[in-house]
């Protein structure tokens, strides 16, 4: 994980897991629709998962 990536999942966390897939995507906007902090929070942890 780069710190780009940290960065843009700070910013405006969809963008930072554009490439990790559609579910990713959906939860984390769905996430970020409910509270900021979740949807960062969400990000963070999909983007630190190695089996994907």
Known sequence: ???WRVILSI???PL???DK???SI???F???LCGWVPGV???LVIL???ER
């Open 26 to 28: 959906l939860i984390t």
């Open 1 to 3: 994980m780069s710190i």
């Open 21 to 23: 897939g559609c579910g």
């Open 30 to 32: 769905l996430l970020t």
């Open 48 to 50: 630190n998962n190695p």
């Open 41 to 43: 929070i969400a990000a």
């Open 16 to 18: 930072a897991v554009l």
């Open 11 to 13: 910013i405006c966390p």
